[in-house]
């Protein structure tokens, strides 16, 4: 082997090392749960990270496709239950909602939901998002369980999800 050929060789290991080794797409999942008064006045906060489904990576894939055989994730419902793979445990009646935002920044998606007062009231420890307006039903994008959330009628819960796909 030549010099030429040797440098072309080690190049083209150095030039393919660690290619396929790291490259993963990751979904880091964050959850963001802030309950007002009905004054506005901030009564609890919690940060935690959550789940992303079986199905809502399907889901994600999916909205890449000339056309997408999945809507498009559009409605939050909170429960008071542990989520399972596809829905929440034990949703309360009433409470899917549209989202409020949803929004892009290079690779972090933000959907952000307010429950209004009146709105999934209750003793909450689950929330999960969706792409069917219809309450119960699936496909479910994202879950998360935390400690309760107790929800008052005259409450008002901002839920913020923040998805980062690295």
């Known amino acids: 082997m030549n010099v030429r050929e040797l440098v072309s060789a080690v190049d083209r290991m150095v030039m393919g090392l660690g290619k396929n080794i790291f490259d993963k797409v990751l979904i880091e999942n964050n959850v963001k749960i802030e309950l007002f008064d009905e004054s506005g006045k901030l009564k609890d906060c919690k940060e935690i990270h959550n789940t992303t489904t ?16 999945y809507a498009k994730p559009g409605w939050m419902e909170v429960g008071t239950g542990v989520p399972t793979a596809t829905l929440l445990g034990t949703y309360i009646a009433g409470s899917r909602t549209a989202l409020s ?32 307006v219809t309450e119960n039903t699936e496909t479910m994008l994202v879950s998360a369980t935390f400690g309760v959330v107790t929800k008052a009628a005259t409450d008002s819960l901002t839920i913020t999800w923040t998805l980062t796909i690295n």
């Open 101 to 132: 935002a949803k929004t892009r920044t290079d690779n972090v998606v933000t959907m952000v939901c307010t429950f209004a007062a009146g709105v999934g009231t209750g003793a909450i420890t689950e929330a999960g998002i969706f792409n069917i």
């Open 54 to 69: 079986t199905v809502g990576k399907y889901l994600i894939a999916d909205q890449l496709l000339a056309a997408p055989s």
